[in-house]
């Protein structure tokens, strides 16, 4: 089944309502590029997306080993620098992930190992099919959207 998120912007800065039916977030740009900084950026979720998965893959491989009860915290900074040329970004992506617990070097090896393994990171580094936006939803899906969200 295909993953779906929807999205309503609101009408102060770029302010959006970002849910999958589920959970929802806000989703916002920073002051400096004429939002109101209220909510996570376009490439904060991308990157958050990314550490999040790394961080979980350290638990469910840990568990998978029996090594969750061994491993108190596990914590991750990501940070992301993008370069313009010929019209073109590149992306750079840095990654610090800290395992605090009772691991063997071989274990704490073996769990930074499979988060540079997670499905986003793969995803990111796969192929992707991005359709063009080509046509509007129903005004009237979007206000049931916002409805839902707001109960």
């Not at 950026?41 to 958050?48: A, E, G, V």
């Not at 073109?88 to 800290?98: F, I």
């Amino acid at each position: 089944m295909a993953t779906v998120v929807n999205i309503k912007n609101l009408t102060k800065g770029y302010q959006s309502i970002i849910d999958n039916g589920r959970h929802s977030i806000v989703g916002d740009e920073p002051i400096k590029s004429k939002g109101t900084d209220l909510g996570f950026s376009p490439t904060d979720l991308i990157l958050s997306s990314l550490a999040f998965c790394k961080v979980a893959t350290v638990r469910f491989v840990a568990r998978r080993n029996g090594w969750n009860h061994l491993i108190r915290d596990v914590d991750g900074t990501l940070s992301m620098e993008v370069k313009r040329s010929n019209g073109k970004l590149s992306t750079q992506v840095t990654v610090a992930l800290k395992i605090d617990g009772d691991l063997t070097p071989e274990q704490e090896k073996e769990l930074i190992d499979q988060a540079d393994k997670c499905y986003v990171h793969r995803m990111i580094e796969g192929d992707w099919e991005i359709e063009n936006a080509t046509t509007l939803i129903d005004s009237s899906d979007s206000k049931k959207t916002t409805e839902a969200i707001s109960q």
